[in-house]
Every structure is written in structure tokens, then in C-alpha cells.
């Protein structure tokens, strides 16, 4: 088992940043960020690979979010700037324990989840 607890969000004006923080309880290789707003469905946000090497983006959010980690303290970051009100949702941490062989834009590549960070921004 492993828990992750995800932390940093809250209210931005458009055009503001926010970092969020994800710390997991035992080691984790992929990890990845997805967020649902409200009467949507879940979406792929960024992951990163084990290593850190390797960071994908959806494309809503390239060049505007930034995905890091640091192994040695278990946790996965996701910085954001130059927020909009369409990034306006609940944001859930999630991590791969197994070495997935599945996309990791896939919620299937993951098998724990947090709780979610809601960020909310104002326009």
C-alpha cells in the first residue's frame, strides 16, 4: 500500500501560480497528475517517469506547467503558472508501483491515488 497526500492548492487570479506537492508514502516509479472539474471527466495533466527524464503534457497545459520530482523525499511536484480559469479543478496525484507498461497519459497506468487539491482560479 502505498498513500500519497497531495498539498498546495487554493485560489489564484488568472495569471498566477501555484505549486502542487505530492509526497508518497513508499517508493513509486511513474507518477502522474490529472484533474476533474466540475461535470467533466477526469483528465490527463502531465507524468513523469521514474527517473525524471521523461515528462509528458497534455497539451492544454504545455509550456505552462512544469512536473518535477525528488526520489529521495518520495514526492512529485507540479508547478504552474500563468493559470487560466479553464485549469479550474480538482487536481489527484497518482502512482505506479508495478513498472507499467501502460500509456502514462493512462489513468490504468497507476494504481494509488490522493485524495485531490481543488484549484480554483479566478478570472
Known amino acids: 500500500q502505498v498513500q500519497l497526500v497531495e498539498s498546495g492548492g487554493g485560489l489564484v487570479q488568472a495569471g498566477g501560480s501555484l505549486r502542487l506537492s505530492c509526497a508518497a508514502s513508499?517508493?513509486?516509479?511513474?507518477m502522474g497528475w490529472f484533474r476533474q472539474a466540475p461535470g467533466k471527466e477526469r483528465e490527463f495533466v502531465s507524468a513523469?517517469?521514474?527517473?525524471?527524464?521523461?515528462?509528458y503534457y497534455a497539451d492544454s497545459v504545455k509550456g505552462r506547467f512544469t512536473i518535477s520530482r525528488d526520489n529521495a523525499k518520495n514526492t512529485v511536484y507540479l508547478l504552474m503558472n500563468s493559470l487560466k480559469a479553464e485549469d479550474t479543478a480538482a487536481y489527484y496525484c497518482?502512482?505506479?508501483?508495478?513498472?507499467?507498461?501502460?500509456?502514462?497519459?493512462?489513468?490504468?497506468?497507476?494504481?494509488?491515488w490522493g485524495q485531490g487539491t481543488q484549484v480554483t482560479v479566478s478570472s
Open positions: 513508499g517508493r513509486t516509479y511513474a
Open positions: 497518482a502512482a505506479d508501483v508495478t513498472f507499467t507498461m501502460v500509456a502514462f497519459t493512462h489513468e490504468g497506468a497507476y494504481e494509488y
Open positions: 513523469i517517469s521514474w527517473t525524471g527524464v521523461n515528462t
